[in-house]
């Protein structure tokens, strides 16, 4: 499929787009963000909402259910309808890949995650939550660090009331700076980071047919600035965190053990035996 049918003809020109929009992207708080309204073809994205299957019954679907976390992903390109499939071929494609890059203005290149490890398809059904956290840092398997998030909400007649809106918190946890609502045909595009806080802390109140829908695509890079990094970091995970004003919000286990064999270049060696050897063959 042509990447003219996907994209609404008002974006067709991408490489004038994204320049237009550089500069309101670094500047956005609380980190580099920018939410585009109706940015794909609308019939085309009523194909993808018409083929988005429920999750909650689907094939190898992840199910969290715990304190930080009530939703449904899966990530399982091979199980997706013929439409979903294109779309996250276009999604990982050089066309959008070169979109990303320009109006990011990131320097290292761009690397798509065909695995889409953590990333594909997303959903939160009544009374569901994504505690505010910061994503893992690093690909699971391969040497590069996470960059953007880009996130395609597919949610029509989405009312206000029903929450789940995108909140983007400052770097202290001390302040909400921007709230998305992830209305039909929103594409939320974002920088991520050890500190780009994120997520949607109170639950779902849609009614019982409705839910959360989303596709989730994440880039790499090989390497990426020093000050992106937080070096209390020891592990590759999402690390949640409580709001302003809340007490022992999220879960968050003591791992100070496990911190002090990650610091050990034994261990460190058989971690990256085991990311290259084994997780592959599983």
């Known amino acids: 499929m042509n990447f003219n049918d996907i994209i609404s003809k008002d ?6 787009f994204s320049n237009s ?3 309101k992207y670094l500047v956005a708080e609380p980190f580099p963000n920018i939410e585009l309204n109706n940015f794909f073809n609308q019939n ?3 194909k993808i909402l018409k083929e988005f299957p429920d999750l909650s ?3 190898k679907t992840n199910k969290y259910i715990n304190k930080n976390e009530i939703k449904y992903a899966n990530n399982q390109y091979d199980l997706f309808p013929k439409t979903i499939k294109t779309f996250l071929d276009f999604l990982n494609s050089s066309t959008f890949l070169k979109f990303i890059q ?7 290149n761009l690397i798509a995650d065909k695995e889409l490890n953590g990333g594909g398809l997303h959903e939160i059904k009544k009374g569901g939550i994504l505690k505010i956290h910061t994503d893992f840092n690093r690909h699971p398997t391969l040497n590069l660090d996470r960059r953007v998030n880009v996130l395609i909400y597919l949610n029509k007649n989405w009312k206000e009331e029903y929450g789940g809106h995108l909140e983007l918190w400052d770097r202290d946890m001390k302040e909400c700076k921007k709230k998305i609502i992830p209305s039909f045909n929103k594409m939320v595009i974002f920088s991520t980071n050890d500190f780009s806080n994120h997520g949607h802390p109170n639950p779902v109140t849609c009614p019982n047919d409705f839910s959360r829908k989303s596709i989730a695509l ?5 390497g990426r600035p020093l000050e992106e990094i937080n070096k209390s970091y020891i592990k590759n995970k999402t690390y949640f965190k409580d ?9 968050s286990k003591n791992e100070k053990f496990k911190n002090f064999l990650r610091n050990l270049k034994f261990y460190k060696i058989l971690k990256n035996f085991e990311k290259k050897y084994l997780r592959k063959k599983n």
């Open 11 to 16: 974006y067709h020109n991408l490489e004038s």
């Open 21 to 23: 929009l550089k500069k």
């Open 44 to 46: 085309f994205l009523e």
């Open 57 to 59: 019954i689907l094939e």
């Open 102 to 108: 320009n109006i990011t203005s990131i320097k290292e």
């Open 218 to 222: 994440y880039y790499f890079s090989k």
């Open 243 to 251: 709001r302003f004003g809340y007490y022992n919000e999220t879960d």
